[in-house]
């Protein structure tokens, strides 16, 4: 298993590579299971952190949260309109503990398949997402586009929108 080497000491998200072909995001969360999982599958939560870079915004928030229920988000640059999106459909859903989607990025990456377990202990929870690429070059071109800064700011804003809705 190899960390992934980034530039950017601040980010408070562990990034690991396990395979040739994943990335493994783990990070924990001063809060209980339930509210991490509302956050990650309630539009009106994941609007509020899902958002990566500074700047960007969430028009586009669909989730329909059963096995073979599809996903959509779309994000837009506020400043240059830019937009794009990722889709997906459920492959399992077991609240609050786990859920396996795929991602497709439009335009041009190939499908994931994303599993996100979380488990908690004394009230915290730790939140570990396994993306899974169809071959390694995937996973380098995924990794090219600066994701895992852009990823740990989400989840930066995800503890701090978890403190506003306790």
């Given amino acids: 298993m190899t960390t992934a ?3 950017e000491p601040q980010l408070t998200t562990q990034f690991t590579m396990p395979s040739d072909r ?21 539009p009106e939560h994941v609007r509020h952190w899902l958002l990566g870079p500074d700047g ?18 779309t994000w837009r640059n506020d400043k240059t309109g830019h937009e794009f ?22 335009p041009g990456m190939p499908e994931t398949l994303n599993t996100m377990v979380l488990t908690e202990e004394n009230g915290r929870t730790t939140l570990t997402v396994t993306v899974l690429y169809a071959s390694k070059e995937a996973r380098e071109a995924a990794l090219a586009t600066g994701m895992l800064g852009g990823w740990s700011q989400s989840y930066d804003r995800l503890e701090q929108h978890i403190a506003t809705v306790r």
């Fill in 5 to 7: 080497q980034t530039p």
């Fill in 85 to 106: 999106s990722m889709f997906g459909t459920y492959k399992e859903v077991d609240p609050p503990h786990r859920v396996v989607h795929t991602e497709t990025m439009d």
């Fill in 22 to 42: 994943e990335i493994v995001a783990t990070r924990t969360f001063d809060a209980p299971r339930e509210l991490v999982w509302r956050a990650h599958v309630e």
């Fill in 56 to 73: 960007w915004s969430m028009p586009v928030c669909e989730i329909d949260l059963r096995p073979g229920g599809a996903w959509r988000y």
